[in-house]
């Protein structure tokens, strides 16, 4: 499958500020260290997807933190989670930024034995906002049990499609039907009736809401009918490098991974500074990204035993619905120093 063509706008914000960033170098200006490093002939290709749970990544990308440890980092822009997956299958893609669906992961892992490690996660619930159900602003509907035989949309991907449907169905919507579609066009689906609520993730909701076009039905919905607890941490997203790139690159490998969590700090501990970084990756830009919710990030040696298990109970319902053809385990997945 051929990697989408990237949105001109987007193409040409992101490449002006990759040039800014190249002039700064060039005048020994860069930030942090204050000293220009060599970098790595080694091309670091990151598949990403236009989620707001991407934004550690994006930040790293637009603040130098690559840079500043040498790398050559390229984001590759797809359509859905599931073509991510499939350019590091066929080896286009030396891994994912976070917002990538780890069950679309889990299939190529299936696929291929051993394809990536998992460098973080981006858990979300009731309390940290990624995934959702929107209706149209002036819908009656109150509950997602009232979308009983209705027109469901929902992101490109077996993985958004199967918790869609389990979700629909845990909430007691039955004959409703689900198709898939992609991730921007969900609310101009819901602005056209084209269909009666979308399964989604953020920054869909936001730019929903600001629009007037649409309304949140319920967030947190895969903690909530999923785990069973509204706060449970869905590791919904993850964060990989190939195992390939890993065994042939182990020091650019750890220098990335290192980046990549300055990435997660800066949207731990400054927010606000990180969410304008939302801009030219998402659908959000300007003063608007300040409204978008944050899911939350874990690196991939913060996980404890009860978010291993979070994270395995997540998989092992596509292991229930026939998505994975068998278990898989998730304390494999985790990269390990």
Known sequence: ??????????????DRRRLLRQGAATLGVLAAPGIVRARS????????????????????????YFEEAGLGVEPLKFAGA???MEAMLAGRSDGSAN????????????????????IATNPSNARYVLDEFLVPKDSQVKTIAELKGKRIGCGPGIQNKALASAVLERAGATGVTVTELPIGQHVAALAAGQV??????EPTGTVGRLSGVSRVLEAGVIAKYILGDAQAPWHGGSATLTTEFIKKH?????????AYAR??????EQPDEARKYLAGYTAIEGPLTGAVPLASYMLYNEFKPADV??????????TDKGVFDKKLDVSTLLFKD
Do not use: H
């Open 41 to 64: 002939a080694v091309k670091i290709r990151i598949g990403y997807w236009p989620v707001a749970a991407g934004l550690p990544f994006f930040a790293a990308v637009e603040k130098g």
């Open 1 to 14: 499958m051929s990697t989408p063509p990237e949105d001109a706008r987007t193409t040409a914000l992101i």
């Open 82 to 84: 599931q073509q991510v």
């Open 250 to 258: 182990p020091q650019e490998s750890k220098k990335y991974i290192a």
């Open 99 to 118: 917002g990538t669906g780890s069950g679309n992961l889990g299939v190529g892992e299936l696929a291929s034995p051993g394809l990536f490690k998992i």
């Open 263 to 268: 990435g997660i700090a800066l949207v731990r």
């Open 309 to 318: 298990a979070a994270f395995q109970k997540f998989f092992d319902l596509f």
């Open 196 to 201: 009666d609520a979308v399964y989604t993730l």
